[in-house]
């Protein structure tokens, strides 16, 4: 899994920000799903080696314009450029209204199918090997997260063990990882699932919309390999933060904390921060979890199995 943040600012575009979007690659197949999509994603996304047809599903916390407004767009250049793949996008009651009106208003018309999802509460999509849960956060409108979970891979097939009972390499092999049974010629009968490691567990990322600190954020990231995390003002704003509906850099690290997750990555930052100031915003959510990263323009992460 590779991440790529497109857009990593609150509110309104900034000379060094853009508004929120991030795009989830399975490098697997190859398959880009977005999350969120606010003004001017597809300007961020010629900056990338990211193929618009090639994205598959798009994943909404909420509807906000700084999270919205980049759909139409980006949904019209998906047809301009030859998409012709369906696309399925997920997100709150609103969503297909907004939607469908931008596009007959504006006269779009779109070469692919497009599926709109709308859900309300705790949801869980199982989406072949990623199974992705939505949860309600508190927002000031509907906000929510997502918890996008990797099944888990069967794990390796101990050849040494089999050579040692007399099973050769061969077709049969591929039959035995597939948790099979085979009868070998001299009539022994070898079940795969014998003959296989430690399951190999998926990858987990939490990637939440705007939020204040709630219980509901801490169930989406509980051991997550990464948790992607608003935190929109600083330590010392926490009353402002909360009147507002968001989070601050203390509060994004104490979900962390308190989830146990592997790393952080803040985002979601106020254009009231100049550039030399997010090392300081980083290094506050440090000073609570020590594994936080703050996000960037086109900054790049792999999620290692």
């Known amino acids: 899994m590779e991440i790529t943040f497109l857009g990593t600012g609150a509110g309104m575009p900034a000379k060094n920000r853009n508004v929120s979007s991030i795009a989830l ?10 999350f969120d999509c ?34 139409p767009g980006l949904l019209g250049s998906r047809s301009f450029l030859g998409g012709t793949e369906p696309l399925t996008i997920y997100g709150p009651k609103g969503i297909r209204d907004f939607i469908e009106v931008s596009l007959s208003v504006s006269q779009t018309h779109l070469n692919y199918n497009i599926e709109i999802v709308e859900f309300e509460g705790h949801c869980v999509f199982d989406l072949g090997h990623i199974i992705v849960e939505s949860r309600l956060l508190e927002h000031a409108i509907p906000s929510y997260g997502y918890r996008i979970v990797e099944k888990d891979k069967p794990g390796m097939l101990l050849v040494d063990k089999l050579k040692g009972i007399g099973v050769p390499p061969g077709p049969q092999y591929q039959l035995l990882k597939n948790g099979e049974t085979i009868e070998l010629e001299d009539g022994r009968r070898i079940n795969g699932k014998e003959f296989l490691g430690p399951d190999k567990k998926g990858r987990v990322v939490a990637i939440l919309g705007d939020s204040r600190p709630c219980e509901n954020a801490v169930e989406l990231a509980k051991e997550a390999d990464l948790l992607i995390h608003e935190a929109t003002l600083d330590k010392s704003l ?68």
Not at 27 to 34: P, Q
Not at 45 to 52: E, G, N
Request: hydrophobic residues 35%; glycine residues 4%.
């Open 238 to 305: 926490e009353k402002t933060a909360h009147e507002f509906f968001h989070s601050t850099t203390h509060q994004a690290a104490q979900i962390a904390k308190k989830a146990q997750v592997k790393k952080l990555i803040i985002t979601h930052i106020s254009s009231r921060y100049e550039k030399q100031e997010w090392v300081r915003l980083e290094q506050e959510a440090k000073e609570i979890f020590s594994n936080t990263i703050i996000a960037e323009d086109f900054k790049k992460v792999t999620i290692k199995t």
């Open 38 to 71: 606010g003004e001017a994603t597809q300007h961020q996304i010629l900056h990338t080696s990211i193929k618009p047809r090639k994205i598959s599903k798009i994943f909404i916390t909420h509807l906000h314009g700084d999270h919205i407004f980049g759909l």
């Open 25 to 34: 690659k399975h490098l697997e197949n190859g398959s880009i799903w977005l």
